[in-house]
């Protein structure tokens, strides 16, 4: 659903937002509008899980009825060189009713049955690689912390994984003429025959070494 997708990023951007704010004005305001959107969601899951005749049930040391989870937006991490901690404040957690599945870039986990609803926290692209193998999740009696094992060492500027929005114009800013000579190209195509003139004789003085900016001298 296009609504869920968009909420999803949302809360993305404010627990990124979260992890970087200071004040605790703008924290409170921050968990305030995180909670507000996983109570969105909540609604959105339990309305595209309605149960069926066939309903099937997920086991996890126990039968549960897994039929929508309360998605967990809001908590914690910190990190050293070889290793991820991520810290859900989550009281009445069954460590039996645990289910966890790690990927190499993927993180799920789901607490069934707590006070009579199913929580999941969920990052479906990390920072960086994981070791699936060797991450675990203990359960404490007020939190559950989720360890997970870098698979490189290093400091992971986030949990989330970023695109880069710089990077198409890395080449240009390495090679600050490209975007003069692509100017220069669309003024000679554009312009009359004066302006053609002009920006050929402007071009032969870069070319000849006259002047290092073509566009120098020329009143462009």
Known sequence: MAEE??????LEELRHLESMAKRPSILSLLSSEIRSIDGKLSKISARAAQPVP???????????????????????????NDKIKIYVFLEGVDEAK?????Q??????????????NYRISVPKLNKEIVPEKCKVLVKPTKIIITLIKASKGNWLDLHFKEDKFKPS?????DPMAGIMDLMKNMYEDG??????????????????????PLKGHGL
Not at 58 to 78: H, I, K, P
Not at 104 to 117: I, N, P, T, Y
Not at 197 to 206: G, L, M
């Open 192 to 213: 009359d025959e004066d302006m053609k003139r002009t920006i050929a004789k402007a071009w032969t003085d870069a070319r000849s070494g006259k002047t290092a900016d």
């Open 98 to 102: 645990v289910e966890s599945k790690f």
């Open 170 to 174: 890395m080449d240009k800013e390495k």
């Open 5 to 10: 997708q968009q909420l999803r990023l949302d």
């Open 104 to 117: 190499a870039m993927s993180v799920d986990a789901k607490f069934h049955d707590v006070q009579g609803k």
């Open 54 to 80: 066939s309903a099937e049930k997920v086991t996890v040391s126990s039968t549960v009825a897994a039929l929508s989870y309360v998605t967990l937006g809001s908590f914690s991490w910190d990190q050293d």
